[in-house]
């Protein structure tokens, strides 16, 4: 099995070097958790290392204008919230970012809301089960096992 550890020293290996990347901004965005990017984030990422990776480093979720299918399934059941944003609501988070990246956003899961710190917010999609799983720390196999109780009764009826 491939281990989940250690992988966040491989996250955007090639784009940490260059100067101005995000990540490589000393102190401003060390302790980001959530990661706010561009269109059909994820694209080329069918395997779940790309999630993993993002998860080791410490980001919880990913705001952008849209995500490739598989990679938001693979973030998903591992644990790290992709949110949708339409082109005019992420224009908005980027252009504060841009001027202040130690900007704190908040995102309230069980609301399914973004917030700014001027109290402006944003409401996205999830789908039910992911969002029960995230709120509950389930994976899909986490979710089968809290009826084990059940599905013990059943077998030996």
């Known amino acids: 099995a491939t281990p989940k550890a250690g992988l966040a020293a491989h996250l955007f290996a090639d784009w940490r070097t260059q100067p101005g ?5 000393a102190g401003e965005t ?10 059909n984030f994820g694209c080329g990422s069918s395997r779940e290392h790309a999630p993993w990776a993002l998860v080791d ?14 990679f938001k399934q693979n973030a998903l059941k591992n644990g790290l919230l992709t949110i949708e944003l339409s082109g005019a609501m992420c224009s908005l988070i980027e252009r504060v970012l841009t001027v202040r ?31 029960h799983c995230l709120l509950n720390g389930l994976d899909e196999l986490g979710y089968i096992l809290s009826f084990a109780d059940r599905i013990n009764d059943y077998e030996r009826r």
């Open 21 to 25: 990347f995000p990540l490589t901004l």
């Open 101 to 131: 990246p130690s900007t704190q956003l908040h995102v309230d899961l069980s609301s399914q809301r973004v917030w700014m710190p001027d109290g402006t917010s944003f409401r996205f999609e999830i789908d039910p089960f992911a969002k």
């Open 57 to 70: 480093y410490g980001f919880r979720a990913v705001i952008a204008r849209s995500f490739a299918d598989i």
């Open 30 to 39: 060390s302790d980001a958790q959530i990661l706010v990017t561009g269109v």
